[in-house]
């Protein structure tokens, strides 16, 4: 493409003649070579249209690279030599940002890709931990370059993967952040496009994420999150690493996973990045492993451990993700998550009516300041309402369960304001609207409870399509003239 502009003309043709007299010599003048490179790329992002590499620059540009690797260049005598490198990759970056033209020509018609490999394995063999300034740049624009030069390009994207697996590790513990984060971009473009590459599990590819992941705990990095979210849409990831992972870093994954399922659409076929179910089927293991340690929060001087925060970060994560059905409605066939969640909510209950605990229910709005909506037990009530409501939506099974286990009185013994539970009320009528819909069984059992908590609040069983009456102290359940199961 005609740039329009003698000087880059002039600069590639000096570019070519530094590096077809260089072989042999050791006197190449490498603060020239920088500013002939510097000029290209001054040009090169003057080009409103981009610029299309032919094979003949590409090939200049790989010399300058081999030139650089063939010396010492990691000595600080050598940052000329790193500064032309620097310019190169810095070239390449532009040249293939939003141009699949050039990524393909790069890839076909040159071994740049072999080459920047080679630069990084020999900056990991060096013995010296301790990088000088210039070398960071480097790796940076090398990284950089990596990045555009796979984005939207299946097969780049696949050589990528392929080439560079062995050395993402080393760059994920390179001593400077931006690196870590470029390298996390990389990352995250080639596993969107998972599907072209192949086999991914292994051994290797877990270090790899649990390396992001321990990174993303310490360092706020939004590509790092992007690595994770791609992990959670892979079936086989909390399986695999769940073990290898420390609190806080269970922590940050199950926050990415109630991130993702917020994010969900009601249109659930357009859910491109849907956590894989094989995942939430382990937080389900766990909770039911786990539920049991939140009890220890109704305990005086009760230690608020990350253990007990990560316990109430799986329920939510279940209550989300039991919302939706038509994407997790197999997740509902777990009567033993049923069982675990009436018998939490039966023993938090019980052990907030022995005394003032964190399970004790704040009524009264004057005294809110008692409510301390960091712990761990705060909305854990109306969670757990909330999840048995998810589970028994149009669930015979689950439904005949929690009246197996006395959980309707225990729900609507819940329906009384608390502040420590925020929207408690409408979650219980929400769960009784679902333990009742079709089960007749259920309106029994409903219509023979003497009220007192929900007394003042049959219109929301009614908003919620639950036909009820207060007729003195109980609540009659009436026909609905629009079904049939009335």
Request: proline share 2%; with cysteine.
């Amino acid at each position: 493409m005609d740039l329009g502009d003698d000087s880059f003309t002039f600069s590639r043709r000096k570019l070519h003649e530094s590096v077809a007299t260089s072989i042999g010599q050791k006197d190449l003048n490498y603060q020239s070579l920088s500013e002939t490179l510097k000029n290209i790329l001054h040009d090169i992002n003057q080009c409103a249209n981009g610029y299309e590499c032919d094979s003949k620059f590409l090939e200049d540009l790989q010399s300058v690279l081999e030139i650089c690797l063939s010396s010492n260049f990691l000595q600080p005598s050598h940052c000329l030599e790193i500064q032309c490198a620097t310019e190169v990759f810095r070239i390449l970056r532009n040249s293939c940002g939003l141009c699949v033209k050039n990524q393909s020509i790069i890839r076909m018609e040159s071994n740049i890709p072999l080459t920047t490999h080679k630069l990084i394995c020999k900056l990991r063999d060096s013995l010296d931990e301790e990088k000088d300034c210039c070398v960071h740049v480097l790796v940076r624009c090398l990284v950089q370059f990596l990045g555009n030069y796979c984005a939207g390009n299946k097969e780049n994207l696949v050589q990528v993967w392929n080439l560079f697996l062995d050395t993402f590790m080393y760059l994920l513990n390179y001593k400077d952040d931006k690196v870590l984060s470029y390298t996390c971009m990389v990352l995250h473009t080639c596993l969107s496009g998972k599907d072209a590459l192949g086999t991914i599990r292994g051994r290797h590819c877990c270090d790899i994420l649990h390396r992001v992941i321990s990174y993303s705990t310490k360092q706020e990095t939004e590509w790092g999150l992007y690595v994770i979210e791609d992990a959670l849409m892979m079936p086989w990831f909390m399986d695999d690493i769940e073990k290898s992972l420390n609190l806080e870093e269970l922590l940050l994954v199950n926050e990415v996973l109630l991130n993702m399922l917020n994010a969900l659409k009601e249109n659930e076929e357009s859910n491109a990045r849907a956590p894989a179910i094989e995942n939430l089927r382990v937080v389900v293991r766990n909770f039911k492993t786990s539920a049991y340690k939140v009890l220890a929060l109704g305990a005086p001087n009760a230690d608020d451990s990350q253990m007990s925060l990560n316990t109430v970060k799986q329920l939510e994560v279940l209550c989300l993700a039991m919302s939706h059905p038509g994407l997790y409605k197999p997740l509902q066939e777990d009567v033993d998550l049923v069982t675990c969640a009436v018998y939490l909510l039966q023993s938090i209950n019980e052990l907030g009516k022995e005394g003032d605990n964190s399970f004790s229910a704040v009524e009264k709005m004057s005294q809110n300041h008692l409510v301390d909506v960091q712990h761990p037990s705060f909305g854990l009530k109306k969670d757990l309402i909330r999840l048995i409501g998810n589970l028994a939506y149009k669930n015979t099974a689950n439904q005949d369960k929690v009246r197996e286990l006395h959980g309707i009185p225990l729900i609507l013994d819940l329906t009384k304001l608390d502040q420590r539970n925020p929207f408690i009320t409408q979650w219980a009528v929400f769960a009784i609207h679902n333990l009742c819909e079709g089960n007749n069984s259920n309106k029994a059992v409903l219509a023979g409870i003497k009220m007192e908590g929900l007394a003042d609040n049959v219109h929301l069983l009614q908003e919620f399509g639950v036909n009820a009456e207060l007729v003195g102290e109980k609540i009659v359940v009436k026909p609905d003239p629009s079904k049939k199961d009335g």
